[in-house]
């Protein structure tokens, strides 16, 4: 509970921040991911391992995601992180973080340079303690150890739920196999 508790808060976290800079495919993908944890509760608490299976299955595909992410802001294979593929080509904007990070100093441009330019949202914060691409792959390596932790957990719940269904004969008691084992003789 407490896991499914931590992956969702870090979704919201992360989707409030995905907001404010217009990055529009993270948005669908937060949304999916915190739809996919709650069916996964539903499915550990319900003792349905299929929407458990649906959420490992998600699992798999929401770490290729923080995985391409961290590739996209680390400028590796090919990917940009200055590129408008995050904000599917809708906007400009870039990470809410490139002008917000923590310890930024925003420098007011000259009046006669401000006025010049086309874009005024693409101006550039100096002076942070952390650049903003190194903030977006944080936040994916704590995604990232957060389903890794999920993973695990929801193999097991499948375990468990199967040796349930296994042993159990829905007529009247446990159902013992059939052949004798060695230990039984």
Not at 4 to 16: D, G
Not at 67 to 91: A, H, I, N, P
Not at 128 to 141: G, N
Request: hydrophobic residues 45%.
């Amino acid at each position: 509970m407490t896991m499914c508790n931590n992956n969702v808060m870090t979704a919201l976290e992360r989707q409030a921040f995905d907001f404010l800079g217009y990055q529009w495919a993270p948005i669908m993908v937060n949304f999916l991911q915190i739809i996919m944890v709650i069916l996964g509760l539903f499915g550990t608490i319900q003792y349905r391992p299929r929407y458990v299976v649906l959420y490992l299955l998600w699992t798999l595909l929401w770490v290729a995601w923080n995985v391409f992410v961290c590739c996209f802001y680390l400028d590796l294979g090919g990917l940009s992180k200055e590129s408008d593929l995050l904000s599917l080509g809708v906007s400009s904007h870039l990470s809410w973080w490139k002008d917000n990070g923590p310890g930024c100093d925003d420098r007011d441009l000259p009046a006669t340079r401000w006025q010049s330019l086309e874009s005024p949202e693409l101006i550039y914060a100096l002076g942070c303690w952390l650049e903003y691409q190194y903030i977006e792959v944080l936040h994916c390596i704590i995604q990232l150890l957060i389903s890794l932790l999920g993973f695990v957990y929801a193999c097991y719940m499948v375990s468990t739920f199967t040796e349930e269904e296994d042993s159990f004969n829905f007529i009247g008691g446990v159902h013992y196999p059939s052949k004798t084992s060695p230990l039984y003789l």
